[in-house]
């Protein structure tokens, strides 16, 4: 699943066709439309769907009793522990009611797609949206086997969250990376699959730190993808 330009999808799927990756990719769901990732994946004639999270929130504010109709049966079931570390932000409670009841209904559509593809493992390769415990679940299956992946821009688990390029660079590091690891419920918290360091020299850039991160996270996601495929990540 992809937000956006998909350099790490197409390395995945270069990886796939080369055969550095015993995996196919069955299809590509993005969160926003009209993203470069989604003609890389019709390019290499991978299924492609939207889920439009933006138009979605837009839809359930205009309209909050149709939230209610689509929400799961056992939502406040599932999403009461997430509701209660919200509350303790101070964050406003109908804002937070708003914001699980439109995820929730974003996430139930995005499970619709994906689960009628009976898939292996689920890959986020630059999607910029929390998963819920719930969805996390539903993928998962077997509470033991994890199988969402995701690439982070920084040597977890230093600098979580979504700037970690930005992040590395503006602390004065003088080595910066990327990580793979598993999704579990926190924020970029699971267990670290593979990691990958650069060094940055006194006069790189912000750009420049991307630049090496992101050609690092191409032979490092095909690599721990491979893994998997592979059964060593048990
Ligand atoms: C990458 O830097 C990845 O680490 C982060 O989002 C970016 C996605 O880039 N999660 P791309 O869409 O794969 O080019």
Not at 185 to 208: K, M, N, S, V
Not at 212 to 221: F, V
Request: glycine share 8%.
């Amino acid at each position: 699943m992809i937000s956006g330009g998909g350099t790490n999808l197409q390395a995945i799927i270069d990886g796939c066709a080369d055969g550095r990756i015993d995996a196919t990719v069955v299809f590509t769901g993005s969160d926003t439309p009209d993203v470069k990732g989604l003609d890389r994946a019709k390019k290499a004639g991978i299924d492609t769907f939207v889920v439009d999270y933006r138009k979605i929130i837009k839809k359930c504010r205009e309209s909050p009793e149709e939230i209610k109709s689509s929400l799961p049966s056992d939502f406040d079931l599932v999403t009461v522990r997430e509701k209660q570390s919200l509350m303790s932000d101070d964050h406003n409670p109908s804002q937070v009611d708003f914001f699980l009841q439109s995820r929730a209904v974003a996430e139930k559509m995005l499970l619709e797609k994906i689960e009628h593809y009976g898939i292996d493992l689920l890959v986020l390769a630059g999607f910029m949206r929390t998963l819920t415990p719930y969805f996390i679940d539903r993928i998962n299956v077997d509470p033991n086997n994890k199988r969402i992946m995701n690439i982070h821009p920084a040597l977890l688990p230093a600098f979580p969250g979504t700037d970690g390029y930005g992040d590395t660079f503006r602390y004065g590091c003088k080595v910066g990376g990327c990580t793979v690891h598993f999704i579990d419920y926190g924020e970029d918290t699971g267990p670290i699959i593979g990691q990958r360091a650069f060094q940055i020299e006194d006069g790189d850039t912000l750009d420049d730190v991307k630049k090496k991160g992101l050609a690092l996270e191409w032979e490092l996601y095909p690599a721990c993808i491979q893994k998997f495929a592979d059964n060593l990540l048990v």
